[in-house]
């Protein structure tokens, strides 16, 4: 099974600076999705961004852009001009390209604080 | 687009108490998972349905726990006897499979068993 990895439980960051999440993941497959999604405090997950793998190009959302690196199977998440409404628990998951393989695998989160 | 709806929102049961949940999908969208997260882990999913086609279960989903879809729109996830290790949050989840697919997840089902 396909595993996600995020290395940092909390984060921290004053606003209007920028942070990056990081996240890894196993795969044997060369077909895959990558996603951020964003928890706030009441607990609805909402989509960040979503990275195809067979896209050299870094995805970007406003102030949210990824580094996606394939060889080292490294999916960061960069948050520029931080600010309060980001604080939330952030989630990297893994999707596998095929048709019908629709779940997704998650990694344990990041809590990310703003500080004013 | 009202979004993916979930009922209830709080459910509070006694260990041995059969529980039911229900999930409204966005209207379009032809599949709809099921996920469980508990305190301080990411989710994990459950099952995941096409239409009312059931495709995938996971090995968490014990002979206690069922899920339907009967008619490829709102599905129900039921828990029979609980267990207090059942206590987690129950997400559900939506996509509109059409060769790309994004989930778009719901508010979630707090169950806590006592």
């Known amino acids: 099974a396909q595993t996600v990895t995020q290395s940092q439980p909390e984060m921290s960051v004053q606003e209007a600076e920028t942070v990056t999440l990081s996240c890894t993941y196993d795969t044997s497959e060369s077909d895959y999705y990558l996603f951020w999604y964003k928890q706030p405090p009441s607990r609805q997950m909402i989509l960040v961004i979503r990275?195809?793998?067979?896209?050299?190009q870094n995805a970007t959302e406003n102030r949210f852009s990824v580094n996606f690196q394939k060889a080292a199977k490294s999916f960061s998440l960069k948050i520029s001009d931080s600010q309060l409404g980001d604080a939330a628990m952030y989630f990297c998951a893994y999707r596998s390209g095929g048709s019908t393989l629709g779940r997704l695998y998650f990694g344990r989160g990041t809590q990310l604080t703003v500080w004013p | 687009d009202t979004g993916v709806s979930q009922n209830p929102r709080h459910k509070i049961t006694k260990r041995g108490q059969n529980v039911t949940f229900r999930c409204d999908p966005i209207s379009e969208h032809n599949r709809l998972y099921w996920y469980r997260q508990t305190l301080g882990q990411g989710p994990e999913f459950l099952t995941y349905?096409?239409?009312?086609?059931?495709?995938?279960k996971s090995r968490l989903l014990s002979d206690r726990f069922s899920a339907e879809r009967p008619k490829g729109s709102f599905s129900t996830l039921e828990i029979q006897r609980t267990e207090q290790g059942d206590s987690a949050m129950y997400l559900c989840?939506?996509?509109?499979?059409?060769?790309?697919?994004?989930?778009?997840f719901g508010p979630g089902t707090r169950l806590l068993v006592l």
């Open positions: 990275q195809e793998a067979y896209k050299q």
């Open positions: 989840a939506s996509s509109l499979w059409d060769g790309q697919e994004t989930q778009y």
């Open positions: 349905f096409q239409n009312e086609a059931q495709l995938e």
